[in-house]
């Protein structure tokens, strides 16, 4: 399945105290239906009052983990996006929170490609896919150097295990 037909007509909510980074996502998103907040307050007014396919949540700025709670209370799958909250320890965080998928902002180019995985996987019963995962993986290597997931070696290994995939589950993905 294609990513615009995955994505044609979802209601997403992008959160981000950066009015660029909010334009830039609603351009990459055009086929979706997309609610804009630059704060925390009117995220939660959007939560409140509307259903969300997704949401893509900032760390910083806008209290985004208050954001992930409130959306996972929600049932809302939500996306971290982030560049001054890019470390290992909020990776982890993210997910040990709940959070989908961690995407650097230097990655913003392919949000398209990260939401439409985690909706397709939604879709097919997998709420723990690590498709993003593994394509982000050489970028935090290269951004946190070789050893990183060394300070967190029992979350990553439950990582991997909880989060496998399996080969009919891969075969059904973009």
């Known amino acids: 399945m294609e990513i615009q037909d995955i994505l044609k007509d979802k209601r997403i909510l992008i959160v981000d105290d950066e009015p660029d980074i909010l334009e830039t996502l609603e351009e990459l998103l055009d086929m979706c239906l997309v609610d804009k907040a630059p704060d925390f307050e009117t995220a939660k007014k959007f939560l409140d ?5 997704a949401a893509i949540l900032d760390i910083m700025g806008v209290r985004g983990y208050d954001l992930l709670q409130l959306a996972n209370e929600k049932g809302i799958p939500a ?3 982030t560049a001054h909250a890019l470390s290992p320890d909020n990776l982890v965080k993210s997910i040990k929170e709940g959070a989908r998928a961690y995407v650097p902002k230097d990655k913003i180019s392919d949000i398209a490609v990260y939401l439409a995985e985690m909706l397709n996987a939604q879709n097919r019963g997998i709420k723990k896919y690590r498709g993003w995962f593994k394509r982000l993986k050489p970028f935090f290597d290269k951004k946190f150097g070789p050893d990183w ?8 290994k439950a ?4 989060y496998a995939v399996s080969k009919d589950e ?5």
């Open 49 to 53: 009052k509307y259903p969300y396919d």
């Open 159 to 162: 990582f991997d295990e909880s």
């Open 79 to 81: 996306i971290m996006l």
């Open 170 to 174: 891969l075969d059904a993905m973009i």
């Open 149 to 156: 997931q060394e300070k967190d070696k029992d979350f990553w």
